[in-house]
């Protein structure tokens, strides 16, 4: 049962329905294509794969083009990355824009397959949305990942590269069959040894890395330490030293001299305590310009994060407002940076939080590459220990209306770059994946990770469209299994949030693993961010008028919305508004009611979660059945611990009463 959970959705069980499997063969097995690549070949042999194991044959390829079967060619004009397939007479055509449309269209064709789409339905017309579709890994090379809740990494143990590479192709795969076109391998806090990795020290093994990488059509990006030329001999990393650009254009050479398909350098700089071009004095364009400089010549990019607050904020301190840092850093710099800089944007202005307003750097900058950030790891959203399915969130985002350009200005359309015209944009995500059999820790995280890669390669994809591939695919096709895990996973994001932090105020975390119910836990430190309830009420005020302001920085209609208290969306109102615990929602309830009701209705829904999924026990085999089962009586327990202890906080400052009169711990 490792196998299964291990292959996640590229299982390619065995064909059962004969006929099905008769018609699959009679036009799969001659693969008519002329042209080859690396790509070309890495498709073919999972075409190859994927038909032995699921119809028990294995596919002649030849370049003659009278043959009957599935007929490959690449159209130049046809866009980059695009398939397209057609089904006449028995014959099925695949015709790509270039060698990547030609793998995805073979993933899609081994998809149709797993999901039995009968043969008439496989045509089909694709172009992704987003031009890049990246994963960023967040591995330190001593083998621990930077919130990492799958175990320890699996390409590095001990500062080397773990030899056998095995689990990295096969991650490639993963990663490619949901259109993923771009990675960067190590964390983007950069310490000591990871420094390295753009040295002599570990060439080499990026370039083997990277290699395997390209046969899947993904780019390797990697993380740079700012301050590397310090840690090489010279005496400063300002950026418009002469040393240090005549130090990044040499390590630019090597680099691509060893690997001319080299994607470039992520770069988290001037951000929790990593150093960048503040330091010397110098802004993040002219910081990030003279990195481009150096990799221009070979295509490079540098993806740099505006991930940039003051993480030493006092909690006396009730100027500052970290909500506003990225705005206040980088709308200035609109227009400044070189093009092929892509600035990366956390989807909300704080960080990864069960509920954020969408960050307004996005509808706010105009002339400047960039991409937007999601993190599919959980790290404040249960740690891959609860059941949390992110699609519906990061779907939210995509569909906020920035009103950048009038009405309509989506976020989804400006990230794909479709509205400002950007030469690169996109969306990137933290990865969840960590050296596990099932990749994922929790195996219902892997949903999380292809719905990712396929939400990003069409956004228009309902939540419940790609929940569906992923059950079918992972689980089988019975009708009774796939209805209860679509009804488990569906609601998932909401009861998370219903049994933690209500109404857009986030954290009430432990402090650093970020953990578990802790109202206070940051309340009385640094990091900016602050939930300020006292006996009255609850909340941080970000209006124009008498709070930080941090609402100005949207666009007339958002300002409007957000700013007035009458007019906050319920979710977000605590994020906008300090209101006391009286205060009237739209739902008509107090804001203290509706603590007390959605902290004990998200528990409420974990137990039905729990019995729904009891159901499955003859459904699903054992080893997977189990493994899924204690993670759910874990997050019961977590979410009886979060009301509680919720619960109890607030009725201790507020000293009101339960309506209904259930069992708070007074
Ligand atoms: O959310 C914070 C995490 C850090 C992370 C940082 C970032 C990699 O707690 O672990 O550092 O975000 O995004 O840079």
Redesign the pocket.
């Known amino acids: 049962q490792d196998v299964l959970s291990y292959r996640a959705w590229l299982q390619y069980c065995p064909v059962k329905d004969e006929e099905y499997k008769q018609q699959i063969e009679a036009v799969l097995s001659v693969v008519t294509v002329k042209e080859t690549s690396i790509i070309i070949d890495a498709a073919l042999s999972e075409l190859s794969l994927g038909l032995k194991e699921m119809c028990a044959f294995q596919p002649a390829i030849t370049t003659q083009s009278n043959q009957n079967g599935l007929h490959i060619t690449i159209e130049d004009t046809q866009g980059k990355e695009t398939f397209h397939i057609t089904y006449d007479k028995s014959q099925l055509y695949l015709s790509a824009g270039d060698d990547r449309g030609v793998l995805y269209g073979v993933y899609h064709l081994l998809r149709q397959i797993q999901l039995k789409t009968p043969l008439e339905q496989f045509g089909v017309k694709e172009a992704p949305k987003n031009p890049m579709r990246m994963i960023n890994q967040?591995d330190d090379m001593n083998g621990e990942v930077?919130?990492g809740y799958a175990g320890k990494s699996f390409f590095y143990d001990q500062y080397q590269f773990i030899k056998d590479r095995t689990r990295v192709k096969d991650y490639a795969r993963l990663l490619s069959s949901t259109g993923i076109n771009a990675i960067s391998i190590n964390?983007?806090?950069v310490h000591e040894n990871e420094t390295d990795l753009i040295f002599d020290r570990y060439l080499a093994d990026v370039k083997q890395t990277a290699d395997i990488f390209s046969m899947y059509g993904i780019d390797l990006y990697l993380s740079i330490n700012y301050a590397a030329p310090m840690e090489k001999g010279l005496t400063t990393a300002d950026p418009l030293d002469e040393d240090v650009k005549a130090f990044w254009k040499d390590r630019a050479k090597v680099i691509y001299d060893n690997m001319p398909h080299f994607g470039g350098f992520l770069v988290?700089a001037d951000?929790?305590n990593?150093p960048g071009p503040f330091t010397y004095g110098r802004n993040h364009a002219e910081g990030a310009n003279m990195l481009a400089e150096a990799l221009a010549p070979y295509g490079g990019k540098v993806i740099w994060?505006c991930?940039v607050y003051n993480c030493k904020q006092d909690w006396r301190d009730r100027q500052t407002d970290r909500a506003r840092a990225a705005y206040d850093h980088f709308l200035p710099l609109d227009g400044e940076f070189l093009d092929n800089v892509i600035l990366q944007i956390?989807n909300g202005p704080m960080?990864?939080q069960v509920r954020e307003p969408v960050s307004p750097l996005i509808g706010g900058l105009e002339k400047t590459n960039y991409l937007l950030?999601f993190?599919i790891a959980q790290?404040?959203l249960g740690q891959q220990k609860h059941l949390v399915y992110l699609v519906p969130q990061w779907k939210e985002v995509l569909n906020f209306d920035t009103y950048q350009k009038g009405e309509d200005t989506r976020v989804k359309d400006l990230v794909s770059g479709k509205v400002l015209n950007q030469k690169h944009s996109g969306i990137v995500s933290?990865s969840n994946v960590g050296i596990d059999v099932n990749w994922t820790g929790h195996l219902m995280a892997q949903l999380n990770l292809y719905g990712y890669g396929r939400m990003i390669w069409n956004p228009d994809l309902s939540a419940e469209a790609i929940a569906l591939e992923w059950i079918k695919q992972t689980f089988g096709h019975d009708e009774a299994l796939v209805q209860t895990l679509l009804n488990i996973v569906i609601p998932s994001w909401e009861t998370y949030e219903n049994y933690t932090s209500p109404l857009g105020i986030g954290w009430m975390v432990n402090i650093s693993h970020?953990y578990g119910p802790n109202i206070d836990g940051y309340e009385y430190d640094n990091w900016g961010t602050y939930h300020f309830a006292d006996r009255d009420g609850v909340g941080v005020d970000r209006t124009k008028e008498t709070g930080s302001g941090y609402s100005t920085q949207y666009h007339k209609e958002n300002f409007e919305c957000y700013n007035d208290v009458t007019t906050c969306p319920d979710e977000l109102l605590l994020f906008f508004h300090h209101v006391p615990y009286t205060h009237k929602l739209h739902s008509g309830k107090t804001v203290i009611q509706h603590i007390y009701d959605t902290h004990f209705k998200g528990v409420e829904e974990v137990e039905e979660m729990i019995a729904r999924f009891t159901t499955l026990r003859t459904l699903i085999d054992d080893a997977r059945f189990e493994s899924v089962m204690e993670r759910l009586n874990h997050q019961l327990y977590m979410a009886k611990e979060w009301r509680d202890i919720v619960n109890t906080y607030f009725y201790r400052k507020s000293g009101i009463d339960d309506i209904h009169g259930r069992k708070i711990y007074a």
Request: charged fraction near 50%.
């Open positions: 967040w930077e919130r964390n983007v806090n988290k951000s929790e990593r994060r991930f956390k960080d990864f950030e993190q790290e404040y933290v970020h």
